[in-house]
């Protein structure tokens, strides 16, 4: 069957500029934009507050992305709405202190990552799966937390997303992650539970045993990984392996497998 290609789309927001560096302006050539003048982490630049005319002016750029994944010939978009990015610092209290539409309650914060999820999805063909990435919890006080998120998943599960992808974190800077093998798969467990949304784990899953576990426990439906298959280009063959499953190795490679 081979890989299916996906994409991830996403706008940095207050964490970085869209201009390169050589062109010209100061720090680094950055000019970031956030929903409210609230800077990442100290030393990072004071973000512009986005007008609704630049909020449209994003959401075309997230649509225009999505109609050029199709002609590259990618067979799933992800929108990346977590670790403090532009989607992301919307839904957080912690980084939107607007007083218009667009900030203050659950339901203005929730209202610009939900017009671009809207528009892509409107975008995309019936038979391209919609991922949304989110952060779970801010893991600060008064920040998002799990509750918002599955008020969140409920709103996108309308709107036709097919996989809500939870991390969490990356909203401000010096909080205390309990950091430990799996230690986000409770909220993959809880949206799939209790909204009927399909989701994906994330974070520290290292292991092809550890991955069945948490998918045969109903935990989530898919496994995402990211920084082991860096250390190890080929763990899914070796996961294959370890699994019992019969996967084709090329013959160049067959005898180091």
Same mark, same amino acid.
């Given at each position: 069957a081979g890989?299916?290609?996906?994409?991830?789309?996403?706008?940095?927001? @207050?964490?970085?500029?869209?201009?390169?560096?050589?062109? &010209?302006?100061? !720090?680094?050539?950055? @000019?970031?934009?956030?929903?409210? !003048?609230?800077?990442? #982490?100290?030393?990072?630049?004071?973000?512009?507050?986005?007008?609704?005319?630049?909020?449209?002016?994003?959401?075309?750029?997230?649509?225009?992305?999505?109609?050029? #994944?199709?002609?590259?010939?990618?067979r799933v978009v992800e929108l990346h709405m977590a670790h403090g990015y532009l989607l992301s610092s919307f839904?957080?209290?912690?980084?939107? @202190? +607007?007083?218009?539409?667009?900030? &203050?309650?659950?339901?203005?914060?929730?209202?610009?990552?939900?017009?671009?999820?809207? =528009?892509?999805?409107?975008?995309?063909?019936?038979?391209?799966?919609?991922?949304? @990435?989110?952060? =779970?919890?801010?893991? &600060?006080?008064?920040?998002?937390?799990?509750?918002?998120?599955? #008020?969140?998943?409920? +709103?996108?599960?309308?709107l036709g997303v097919d996989l809500l992808d939870l991390s969490s974190g990356g909203v401000v800077p010096g909080v205390r992650i309990p950091v430990a093998p799996g230690f986000q798969v409770p909220f993959a467990d809880a949206v799939r539970k209790r909204v009927g949304l399909r989701t994906g784990a994330v974070g520290l899953i290292t292991t092809p045993e550890q991955a069945e576990t948490l998918l045969q426990a109903g935990s989530a439906d898919l496994v995402l990984l990211g920084r082991v298959l860096l250390r190890d280009p080929y763990f899914p063959l070796r996961a294959a392996q370890a699994l019992g499953v019969k996967a084709e190795v090329p013959p160049q490679y067959a005898r180091a497998f």
């Open positions: 890989a299916v290609p996906g994409i991830q789309l996403a706008h940095a927001g @207050r964490k970085a500029g869209t201009a390169r560096p050589w062109e &010209g302006g100061k !720090p680094l050539g950055w @000019r970031v934009v956030g929903p409210s !003048p609230i800077p990442f #982490a100290e030393g990072y630049p004071v973000p512009e507050p986005l007008d609704e005319g630049g909020m449209a002016r994003v959401l075309e750029a997230f649509v225009a992305g999505a109609k050029r #994944a199709l002609r590259a010939g990618f839904l957080s209290p912690l980084s939107n @202190r +607007r007083e218009d539409a667009y900030g &203050g309650s659950l339901e203005n914060r929730m209202r610009f990552p939900l017009e671009v999820a809207r =528009a892509v999805r409107e975008a995309l063909p019936p038979e391209v799966p919609l991922f949304v @990435r989110v952060s =779970a919890t801010d893991w &600060g006080e008064g920040g998002w937390g799990l509750e918002d998120t599955l #008020a969140f998943a409920e +709103r996108l599960k309308a």
